[in-house]
């Protein structure tokens, strides 16, 4: 199949709503009974779960968009975790130390419990429906990418019609043909620290994001053409240089500022490195003549959308809707300091008015671009 169109969803928690918004453009700029105009779909963390559903409702697009868009903007933080089995104490350190007495005991050591977000995917996600979407050539593959925290190797995990598609390993890649389950997207959005990891087969696995490196790669190992990448990273906006260095806060960080930090390297996509090498790539195969290219090697289009606006200035100013116990841990571990809880937050924000503010401005990045989506489309 020529010209095989791929939808990368990067990671991110409460950070997924805004990949809804970029989808609901999409879907208004089609038929309205179109399928999903995608062969190939790609997700990682949240955006695993977002792509599991659209295979799930491959038959109609706009109807898949319009039902996921319903559960983000419903969305409570009681339907996706709950606080773990250690208790919120009168100081950060010792709910540190409490957290590794539960380790000792044999529990998996993380903030936060996602048991309400198993029994919510398994409310709405029929995964038969992936099959039958498969079956029905309305797509051609779901790949789920996961941590592998024996080795640390980034796994993606592939339900495809392909026969052609084998397993591979890449470095500190690889690549398994397995039917996408639960567990599998449990894996994927397993936030470290935050989120126990998951079990599949004898392995453990945390969130996808924390060792993808290349974002594209994947979807070209199985075999996209054409690729759109809706991610939720900072790294794409633009700077504010009206800001002047005095107004910066020089305070020492608090922990929950530096865990911001490390999320957001964690999840801080390499799109840009990505292109800039497809489109070098691009470059030098239009100076080869056709019968003499490589085989592996083709000339690919690509399309990004990612926010506009820094999603931590949205979080900052919707903290109030948090549960109180997420405030008081965030109060506890920043010494009241709200600005610098902010970046953490706006991963676990799981609450209506956050994500239908990621949702309004997903959209309206998407349709700002909505020339080069129309052209990413064009055959």
Not at 23 to 30: D, E, N
Not at 335 to 347: F, L, M, W
Request: one cysteine or more.
């Amino acid at each position: 199949m020529a010209n095989k169109k791929a939808l990368l969803l990067s990671g991110g928690g409460a950070r997924g709503a805004y990949q809804v918004g970029v989808l609901i453009a999409l879907s208004s700029m089609l038929n309205k009974k179109t399928p999903i105009p995608f062969d190939i779909l790609c997700g990682t963390s949240a955006g695993a779960l977002n792509a599991a559903f659209l295979a799930t409702q491959a038959d109609s697009f706009r109807k898949g968009v319009k039902q996921l868009s319903y559960i983000w903007r419903h969305l409570t933080t009681d339907q996706v975790f709950m606080m773990s089995r250690w208790p919120i104490a009168s100081s950060i350190t010792k709910t540190i130390t409490s957290a590794f007495l539960q380790q000792q005991s044999g529990h998996s050591l993380s903030l936060l419990m996602n048991q309400p977000l198993e029994e919510l995917l398994n409310r709405f996600l029929d995964f038969n429906k992936i099959s039958i979407a498969l079956n029905q050539r309305h797509i051609e593959t779901l790949a789920i990418t996961a941590m592998n925290y024996s080795d640390g190797h980034s796994t993606m995990f592939f339900q495809t019609s392909n026969n052609e598609l084998p397993n591979w390993t890449h470095g500190r890649k690889v690549g398994i043909k397995s039917a996408v389950t639960i567990d599998h997207l449990l894996a994927s959005s397993a936030i470290p620290g935050v989120f126990p990891p998951r079990k599949i087969g004898t392995q453990f696995y945390g969130d996808g994001a924390v060792r993808l490196g290349s974002a594209i790669q994947p979807a070209i190992n199985l075999g996209a053409d054409k690729l759109l990448m809706i991610g939720v990273s900072d790294n794409r906006q633009a700077k504010d240089w009206t800001q002047s260095p005095t107004s910066i806060n020089h305070d020492a960080p608090s922990i929950v500022q530096v865990l911001g930090q490390l999320l957001n390297s964690a999840f801080i996509d390499t799109i840009d490195q990505d292109i800039a090498h497809i489109d070098e790539c691009n470059q030098l195969l239009a100076l080869i003549p056709e019968e003499k290219r490589p085989y592996n090697l083709a000339h690919r289009q690509t399309l990004v959308i990612s926010p506009s606006i820094g999603l931590n200035v949205l979080a900052q100013e919707h903290l109030e809707s948090l549960p109180l116990k997420i405030r008081k841990l965030l109060r506890t571990a920043t010494g009241d300091k709200s600005k610098g809880a902010a970046s953490a937050a706006s991963y676990l924000m799981f609450t209506p008015s956050y994500c239908q503010a990621l949702i309004e401005l997903g959209y309206k990045d998407a349709m700002w671009q909505r020339d080069k989506i129309e052209d990413f489309f064009a055959d």
